[in-house]
Nanobody, 115 residues
Framework: QVQLVESGGGLVQAGGSLRLSCAASGIIFRLNTMGWYRQAPGKQRELVATITSGGSTNYADSVKGRFTISRDNAANSVYLQMNSLKPEDTAVYYC?????????WGKGTLVTVSS
């Protein structure tokens, strides 16, 4: 059974930082591209950042220079360091595991940034 469990969300003031974690089980973690997506109220889910099995990263323009995605294959975990948070970063953040033909999602963790 595949499980992606996010943690680290919460309430933070604008300009602050949070670190999200996602622990994966039931998959061969090192073979998957891992990603973080977010969904704000009334909006569609959008890409935040991805990291391939080889460590290549990709970021949404809105978070470049502020967020950093990383992975620890030994720990079956992916992380999202979020700095200089803005109220518009408020959303439910979802962990994603992907390889061709297969796509898994966590249940999400809420990040709220107050102004």
């Amino acid at each position: 059974q595949v499980q992606l469990v996010e943690s680290g969300g919460g309430l933070v003031q604008a300009g602050g930082s949070l670190r999200l974690s996602c622990a994966a089980s039931g998959i061969i973690f090192r073979l998957n591209t891992m990603g973080w997506y977010r969904q704000a109220p009334g909006k569609q889910r959008e890409l935040v950042a991805t990291i391939t099995s080889g460590g290549s990263t990709n970021y949404a323009d809105s978070v470049k220079g502020r967020f950093t995605i990383s992975r620890d294959n030994a720990a079956n975990s992916v992380y999202l360091q979020m700095n200089s948070l803005k109220p518009e970063d408020t959303a439910v953040y979802y962990c994603n595991a992907n390889k061709p033909g297969v796509n898994y999602w966590g249940k999400g963790t809420l990040v709220t940034v107050s102004s």
